[in-house]
């Protein structure tokens, strides 16, 4: 492992020009006012899960086009009052798993909603268990080129739609504050993060670890793996398709999210990630909108803080909420 | 380089048993039907490639469900009479390209119609142009595990319908001649090849070339790369569902179209694939109904014959014809 | 990936010869006996840890030589009555990490003693905190051949005992029952699992998943990895080495103390492991004296079951204490 | 994959000063005159490839030395009048394969005559046919210092005026257009290009695809991979060689080349591309002296344009001659 | 490092039946008859290597075809008659280094004369100074299928009587014993020094380290690595050539040169070697005539017992010669 | 290979501020006072090595701490007079080996004492046999973070007294010339060797090859392979403790020693060096106080100059002895 990106004081101040599109704010307000015809539908049965300080439902509701998304609630069995709420989002290729997997958030007296992401589940950990009925067109395999073709078939428009309908999920629940619901994620799932503290204006807090989904034209150009790079290959085979491409991605790019996200935040960066690389983290952080710190981590991979950066997630929202 | 699996004597006699779904036969012959209920609404339109010794025209078709399956149909300009035809199926990953690719088949005198991959085409080449509107559930990247959680829904139930109505195009299409409808694909589309000899009665022969899709249990027990270790991941994620996955792919293995497949057959192996074992190979071969016949290389892997080969089923396949 | 040792049907009936040396018993005997005449001296305080549920304490106790050894102590703060306990080891070049990481156990009822490793965890995760003064000797690094020239300085002569004492120090701390001491952990946590349940004659269950130390001579022949391989490359160097090193390592083999093991236990294998292939496992479970029991995951290398197979640990656990 | 050279603006205007010898155009002056004092004894023999709509030959001529170099030619059964020819030569390790592997410019109206490489033809397809006499000297495995001690002996001299004399022999065969002889080739088939174009003062076009063979002195210094970095690894082990190797190269460089070639060009170059990095290809693109213009293929490795980039050149061509 | 050929006990009975052509004795009878009508010219001048325990001269030779072949010859300075000798032969790639580079026969009391491999020496070390003035025809790079259509033209005729002829310039030097030559050398020296054994009657001991070049059939079904692998590829691309090859193979298996020699023997064999995979040098050993013994080193790659085999080499020679 | 550092024209200018802690001298003066406590007790005794030229002794002394540590003494045994001295210290993870592996010192007229590396000497070569009985603490695998928390702790401490006191014992052995003790080694070797030149006053000369262990910080940042990368894998782990263990570093770095070091001296670099990148070289040798010279190897990896840079430093120092 070896630093390949800006140096930490190029870092700092970086803050590129990232393409917007003038109609974004259009393009979202029209798909999440068309998830809102559909009822959210939410349900939640108690699991089996062997845990006597938590209790685990099995929840879902409906996300983008009224499709049936999943998710854990896990709520510490000695709470009283309505907890505040944290919504988690996966990395990539990861599902929800069996339910019990994230104790952490439950334990320190929140309610966790663990969000399962839509078609995938099915590269780590232990699986997910959402489907995803719509057309990925002829995409390079992953998630990353399904129906890149078109903003409106873009596979992230779902994701990300489902994302908001979560919060929406978390604030109808009984027990549960609806005025102190923070997201979370690492990867994929902070780059959902990212995404969600700018479509959602009243957030409490926004913890984006390592996100993934941002800068998609410096990323292409850096990183030499997946998953960014399932978008170099697309384009090495469909040769004449750049253009509308970085079209489609400009409306889920990050960077776009993070300059219209308010809620108070606490990224966190590993300067020797190979997969998110740094510069492309910093140019979301340098654009965010609400209060805003960051933990950097100087010789992580995209591991980046591990179990280290969920302990300073817990007492800094502690103390947020305190 | 160099050989893992049984030895040129084993495989020559390796007969394994192979699981059959007692429903085999009407589970296809229902999902024909069912495709058939569609007009297959053939459309051809000519193109502009910059060729003057053959003809290509852009091809389409109702596939399963009734989507739209793309196919470039390439003809010798000098031809007179009905020509004999070859329908060719892709590699993983592959699409139709751009129309010229493969110029062979035409140069020979014969009519060659390649068909897409639904979904695929965009992991090398020129890339592919059909969609497929249909849940992959929560997979593994790429497409063999896709909708793997019932027949019904598996990826390949619409490939291989799509090929059997590719064959019926070939057969629809004015200058064609359908009793002499031959059918070709090298791994992926070799698999393709099996199935469509086993569901279509009258070819007039098939040749699979280092076919993929055969004794997948077989397979994920010794193959140490994609696209069968799609599998293995996968069930390394769903620890649970090992007996459901493989009743599902018992119902496209193509061992069982080789039991049923009547056409004359040429098919090749090459004795150090890492991706397509040959003992694979040699189960659906060793099964195969009808004439058979096999080219064998001996020091390749999944490259096999290459060129080689294209010229060795010229050949052989004039002569059948003369 | 894929399989690469011995069949299921073999595997189950597998029970190879392994050197035991005539005074194994006389050498463990003497090794507790003379870490008894150190004072245990269990020190344990409480953590600042932000979590509500459960409670945290930094224990330590001494160890081998009287060494100072870390451990986490968490406990339901639910609990009442004496707690079943659960002490865990853990994997090759893992530390304990930061207080909280694992709070499975407590979640479920018991009290749960993680134990560092002495000289790792610097490998991955957040951190080991325990050191080692020792003489390693002109080992590989790594900790498989330090003192490996003699079974008096081997390195997990150490460990193990280290072990012993750790379930000595559960067994010595208040609200922890006495009685109800199981051991578990995975990989190099699996071999200390099996070589305490084989020095400690009345542990209440013991748990080794995807177990390492265990048939080192045939693992030394296939296995192509760290750790195994860190002997294989000391005797590449030290060529004459092989019989001692062999020797020394008769003394710390898992079947060896399986043959002695009396605990109920449930084991984990996994079938594509390349690191501790299941013969290997095999070879001490085969030879497990106690009731015995196995989870066999089909499709997965060193993961294993992950947090399935804890959940299963922890369901089968309940019911035997039930 | 990731970009890893200079960026597009930086390559659009890169002109870096390349080592010329004083003596190139009479080095290249006497070695064509060397070889002419041979007479070039054009064979052709019509081969048995099974194609009807395309006619095969093989031909052979005398090349460096007089050497024996073999070669195909195709052409469309249904050409009337004297024929455009494309010359073209072979990438790297291979050879000119079993005849008919290459049909698309017959096919688009061209003679095409393909050259083996002398020497080459074992590393990937099916094969060359041409030996090469010559005394390689204590050289690096492959081709790239096979007497490199002095331009009298380096490997390429051979080469190269085999290329031209495959122009001679073009403009010789009846029914070929001599005045309108085009060349073309990728990667090392794209640095003859270049060098035939710099030799041959009245080719009709040049179409140099990702080429090899320029700018040697920056492409030791950042090409990781093979063929380049054969002279790297001769001179870790032929310490003192450098400064008469690169005395050797200046006589081959295709940047010494661009500079003399007058013929229009169509180049292309991927910005990704590891194995001839695109700095080292706009070395010789911004100095060609022709009328020139460069297809960019922008998330691209060394397989370039591919099948598209063929496309392209036919248009391109058949505009030109139009 | 994993075990991956036969059993020691299966290597230790291993007797294969390798083809031999009938002329076979025959063949070498007319190439060194042929060789031995140029005279062999032998030149030795002093270099200015800065040693002055030894001293070091250049020596050269009338090889195959008359071609110069070089050598350094080290004798101890404190020499008191005819010394005997050790002639050493180069591993794959390598050349004679520069002057010094073995000090160890010389200090041990031998005259040491270190033959270059013609047109190797520019893979490792610090190189090679003689060429190979032939047709390698269309070779695969590398020396491993250089001429090898025909046992005529196939590099290693040349080779193996350079060899040869190096043992009788050994013994036309002045002050070295003509009666005690002996040969050894690693990998490609240990089979050079088996043709050498097989070739010459009366030489006083062959000492091969894990030889390379014996038998070839199955080198190339069983390593994955080169230099056998050269030959794998070049029959992947030459695929009819399979025949032709295994013929001219046949003439220079170290398994034919072994059933033929009669000096004492010490093989050097690694249990773990993927180059040389340990059955093709058992194959060798167990058919050698001659007295013979073998070092095993059972946790080794190819690198053998090292310097502890040059030591056991010494020792061994040195009790024969007392 | 590629150059993948700064420029050669940037590299001979490079000087960085490298941080060095106040008390750098009293440290170390008060860690060779520390040493100097106990005895050297010079041990030496004659081997059995079959070797006639030289004469091989095995030797050890107390090195910090009192330790053991041991050293082969090879002399000529033509020898007449006080014999100048070269000690040499060896790379990362090798030892001392077999008696006899380096003779190119005393064929040269030179006593030649071979250090083992206190721990290490199963990584490659014949072994090494000295042993470091002190706590490594919780160290990843490997030497570079053994001790890391602390100077006072830390591996290199004792290694760099070891060189010191091996040093001394030359000076004390009869039949050497104190007066002309230089010091060198490769890689780590190198590394020792500058700490050596930084902490004895008087040494004849000083040659570092390749020389590991200079700037630390800038190492880390840039160089993706062992052994340096051991230090970034430990501060991933341990994430809050990059102050303390660049702290300690800087009382070991070779930039720090260059500036105390007055013995003439011959650097070796090599441009392409991945392992112990130029620019950390030339931090140190931009730094070094005496007369100093560098051989710069433009094409090599981190073998650098091989053999041929004995042959060099052999000529240099005999020359400067003259």
Redesign the interface.
Known sequence: ???ADLSPEELAVYRPTVAEPEDFDAFWADTLAEARTHDLDVRATPTA??????SIQDVSFAGFGGDRVNAWLTT???ATGDLPVVVEFLGY?G?R??P??H??W????FAHLLM?TR?????????????????????????M?AGIADPATYYYRRVFTDAVRAVETARSLPGLDATRVSVTGGSQGGGITLATAGLVPDLFAAMPDVPFLCHFRRA?????TNPY?EI????????GA?QQAFRTLSYFDGVNFAKRAKATTLFSVAL?DKICPPSTVYAAYNAYQGDRSIEV?????H?G????QK?RQ??WL?SLLA
């Open positions: 492992m070896a630093r899960a062997p845990f006597e300080a938590v510490p069995v000695a290729g599902g798993e069996l019990g997997v104790l952490h439950a334990n320190a007296g399962d078609g995938q589940g099915s590269a780590w950990g232990t699986g997910g268990h959402t489907g995803d009925p719509h057309d990925y067109g002829a995409h390079h395999p992953g998630f080129t292409v150009d850096i990183a030499d790079s170099t290959r697309y384009l090495a085979i469909h040769r750049e020797m981590y100087g010789f992580n991979d591991e803080g591990g179990f280290g302990l817990i007492t502690k």
